[in-house]
């Protein structure tokens, strides 16, 4: 994960925000103090700047020698010593071009000599960074201790100085009025007052929400976002608290998030809570796969990042694939010779990775992602499970050369991201998978009887009852409906198979009349729907009734020149995709019918195109937060 503290961006002219910076301890032994010169005052004078950093080990001063032409931002504080005026004569003046916010108050500094150590005082200072809209404020600039006078506080945030002192646990902290005031309501209440004494926030939380009240930059991590949060609600600081909430939610890991999540429960953050429920809920299966995780959440937040999950608008995808099947293409014979067309004979072609999105409000498809060239697009299975994209098997390379995969890959819409998760047992190419309460099942292929059943918890595919005798499937289509697994077309024509997981046998199911080509088939409720196609009779579509077991005719539809197509479903509406068009299909309590007006099938695809659907997180729209 990557580290977004502030700390690590020294040197790149970056706001260095560190609590420590506010408070240097007393007694520091300084042994490498070194002594300024005439040369040093002399620079200071003609406007070159210098940087130094407190630290540890004393003072380190870097002369930069000419001044820099870059904008600044602050990455240090303006520090001065009281008994400067005692150690040089001669004056510092600040250009006008350095507009510092920041003031550094050093009591009591030793004049360091060549024999005993020097003390370094007690130091508190406010270091600030980005004006309100961006403009850099702030200058590293340090005058050594033998400088003559402090630097002239006119030329300081609005041409004044720091006109209020806070004190908490002891220690103080001088920044501006007007500046808090614009970003926290609690210290607008308060402007009458030049001293104010804060009670119920740290020293360090203090520190890291004045931090981010000038430079807008949020310093927290998961040992300190409590007491950052509390402490932006104490001090009437909402946007402290988002900042947190944004900052975390970068931070969070599979490995911290129920950390982070106890953590808000037990002190009753409910944004921390809903940001880390947010990261477990688009992180899912990695969760699901972690027991230390998933297994200690109770079922209601189970139920709860699931739901989350699946917020958003339910859109239409289609995947672009290579088109492996084809009955014209001459073969060898063998065993399955009398089986359609093996997809290894298929002559070489350019292979499509293409995912893509409909757009109502475009009316049409715009690119949402492309599938990694591990990816053996030619003779996949595709299917959704918990909003995330499936797709497993496929062949590698062209004909007798060609090599069935058993990869098997993930897509999230949430976070973007394509991974790789456990291979099949079996390689597998024209085969169908499908999901069915929270299990992937991958079902035949080119000559294969076996299935198998992935589960994403524990991360491993197991086998289940193989086809029944006689029930090779390739090119085949399949669906799920009240729990029950149903496979049909293809090599088993006119067959209609079901799968029960509780018994985990296969069953015949009553043969439908039509003797077509089947193109595909989807559940919608209780009812099947299987559509056939010809070229003397365009479209048929037949409805089996899964409870009562009878096929029924639907509707029909005439094309000049029907094309396959693939089919998914939105609501009650069924759409059958291919790349010439898109065809709508509404189901209704009565009546079932095909609407007239087709939709645009993507200009840009090439190969078959595979439909889906998937929620994508919705986008607020332009202008608006």
């Not at 600030?128 to 630097?151: I, N, V, W, Y």
């Not at 309460?437 to 289940?464: H, N, Q, S």
């Amino acid at each position: 994960m990557e580290n977004h503290s502030l700390d690590n961006q020294k040197g790149n002219g970056s706001y260095i925000s560190k609590a420590n910076q506010f408070n240097i301890s007393n007694d520091k032994v300084v042994t490498d103090l070194p002594l300024q010169t005439d040369s040093t005052l002399s620079r200071l004078n003609t406007g070159l700047d210098q940087n130094c950093t407190l630290g540890k080990n004393g003072i380190n001063e870097n002369h930069n020698g000419a001044r820099a032409k870059e904008s600044h931002r602050a990455d240090s504080s303006v520090c001065f010593s009281s008994q400067a005026k005692e150690e040089a004569d001669g004056s510092v003046s600040i250009s006008k071009e350095t507009s510092v916010i920041g003031q550094c108050q050093i009591k009591n500094i030793a004049t360091p000599s060549s024999e005993p150590p020097t003390t370094v005082p007690d130091t508190h200072c406010i270091t600030a960074g980005t004006k309100p809209g961006g403009e850099d404020l702030a200058r590293s600039f340090t005058p050594s201790p033998h400088a003559a006078d402090p630097p002239d506080y006119n030329s300081l945030y609005g041409h004044s100085e720091p006109d209020l002192v806070i004190e908490v646990g002891g220690q103080k902290i001088s920044a501006h009025k007007s500046v808090l005031a614009e970003k926290s309501d609690y210290f607008k209440a308060r402007l009458s007052r030049d001293i104010l004494k804060v009670k119920g926030v740290s020293y360090k939380t203090l520190s890291i929400l004045i931090d981010y009240v000038y430079t807008s930059q949020m310093n927290v991590c998961k040992d300190n976002v409590v007491d950052v949060i509390t402490g932006a609600k104490i001090l009437q600081i909402p946007c402290a608290v988002q900042a947190a909430m944004d900052s975390m939610s970068e931070q969070i890991t599979a490995g911290n998030c129920y950390e982070v999540l106890t953590i808000a429960k037990k002190q009753r953050l409910n944004e921390l809570k809903e940001t880390a429920y947010r990261f477990m809920s688009d992180n899912f299966l990695q969760i699901l796969k972690d027991p230390s995780v998933y297994g200690r959440l109770t079922g209601s937040e189970r139920d709860l990042i699931l739901k989350k999950r699946l917020e958003g608008k339910m859109t239409l995808m289609v995947a672009e694939i290579n088109d492996v099947f084809d009955r014209v293409a001459s073969r060898p014979p063998s065993r399955c010779s009398s089986r359609p067309q093996s997809p290894l004979s298929v002559s070489s072609f350019e292979e499509n990775h293409m995912i893509y999105c409909f757009s109502e409000t475009e009316n049409d498809w715009r690119p949402l992602t492309v599938m990694p060239e591990d990816i053996n697009t030619k003779g996949c299975g595709i299917c959704t499970m918990y909003n995330y994209l499936f797709v497993a098997g496929g062949i590698k390379g062209y004909g007798d050369k060609g090599k069935v995969s058993d990869k098997v890959f993930c897509y999230n819409p949430i976070t973007n991201r394509w991974t790789e998760v456990r291979p099949l047992n079996q390689a597998r190419a024209q085969l169908k998978l499908v999901s069915m309460d929270g299990y992937l099942y991958a079902i035949g292929g080119e000559c294969l009887f076996t299935v198998e059943k992935y589960d994403p918890r524990m991360d491993r595919w197991t086998t289940v009852a193989p086809l029944p005798k006689g029930a090779f499937a390739v090119a085949h289509e399949a669906t799920t409906c009240n729990g029950e697994l149903y496979v049909s077309g293809g090599s088993l024509f006119y067959r209609l198979l079901k799968y029960d997981p509780k018994r985990d046998e296969w069953q015949e199911c009553p043969y439908n009349n039509s003797r077509k080509k089947s193109t595909d088939m989807v559940a919608l409720k209780s009812f099947i729907y299987r559509f056939d196609v010809s070229r003397e009779q365009g479209i048929n579509v037949f409805k089996y009734n899964t409870i009562v077991k009878m096929w029924h005719d639907c509707a029909s539809q005439r094309l000049g020149s029907p094309l396959p197509f693939r089919c998914a479903v939105i609501g009650n509406c069924i759409y059958c995709v291919n790349k010439t068009q898109t065809l709508q299909f509404i189901v209704e309590e009565e009546n079932a019918y095909f609407v007239e007006e087709t939709l645009r099938a993507p200009l840009e695809a090439k190969g078959v195109l595979f439909p889906f659907v998937l929620t994508l997180p919705e986008k607020p729209e332009k202008g608006k937060p």
